[in-house]
Structures are given as structure tokens and as C-alpha cells.
């Protein structure tokens, strides 16, 4: 199970850190991902990191103000956004990849296991 937290109302320019923690199994040896969608809109990428920290992924949006990281010791990530934007509101999904999918990590197939969300609000 997926518990993302951390979300909440900010002003824009504003930072925010979310956090994602497991329970139930280790999630050390799985890429894992934020996705998020506001009102009306489909969800979307936002960032993924592989299970080593090797290598990170963002969506283009929020590249330059949102950092992915993640401490295996604490079966946790997070998503540290900074500079935040009103278009940045949404509710945030964490997900983990635990079939080693071959999919992008930019797609939401590769993911098969899914937080219940946490919503951030940006007001302006």
C-alpha cells in the first residue's frame, strides 16, 4: 500500500514537499513515479526515479522546480516542488513499478501500484 502525503493550500512561489511511504512490502527494488490531475483534466507524468536513484525523470512543466528522491532505508519518496504555479494544482498519485515493466516511465501501464492521492492547491 501507497500513502502519499504532504499536500495542502500555498500562495505561487511558494515550496511544498510531498512524500509517498509503503507499507506492507519493500519498495527499494521498484521505480517509482508522481503522477497528478486537476479538475477536469486527465492525469499526467509528473516525475519517476529508478529504484537505485540512478536516474530521474520529469515532465517537462515542472523540470528546473520539482525534485524527485527517495530513501530505501524508509520505504518513502518524495517530490520537493519549489516555485510553485496555480497550473501546478492538482491531486498528486504516487505509483510503483513491481513488475519491472519495459513501458516508459512516463506512462501510467507501467505502474501497479497507486497511492490514494493527496491534493495541493496554488493560490495566486
Known amino acids: 500500500q501507497l500513502q502519499a502525503s504532504g499536500g495542502g493550500l500555498v500562495q505561487a512561489g511558494d515550496s511544498l514537499r510531498l512524500s509517498c511511504a509503503a507499507s506492507?512490502?519493500?519498495?527499494?527494488?521498484?521505480?517509482l513515479a508522481w503522477f497528478r490531475q486537476a479538475p477536469g483534466r486527465e492525469r499526467e507524468f509528473v516525475a519517476a526515479?529508478?529504484?537505485?536513484?540512478?536516474?530521474?525523470s520529469y515532465a517537462d512543466s515542472v523540470k528546473g522546480r520539482f525534485t524527485i528522491s527517495r530513501d530505501n532505508a524508509k520505504n518513502t519518496m518524495y517530490l520537493q516542488m519549489n516555485s510553485l504555479k496555480p497550473e501546478d494544482a492538482a491531486v498528486y498519485f504516487c505509483?510503483?513499478?513491481?513488475?519491472?515493466?519495459?513501458?516508459?516511465?512516463?506512462?501510467?501501464?507501467?505502474?501497479?501500484?497507486w497511492g490514494q492521492g493527496t491534493e495541493v492547491t496554488v493560490s495566486s
Open positions: 505509483a510503483a513499478d513491481a513488475r519491472y515493466s519495459t513501458d516508459s516511465y512516463r506512462k501510467e501501464v507501467r505502474y501497479d501500484y
Open positions: 506492507g512490502r519493500a519498495i527499494a527494488s521498484y521505480a
Open positions: 526515479i529508478t529504484w537505485s536513484s540512478s536516474r530521474t
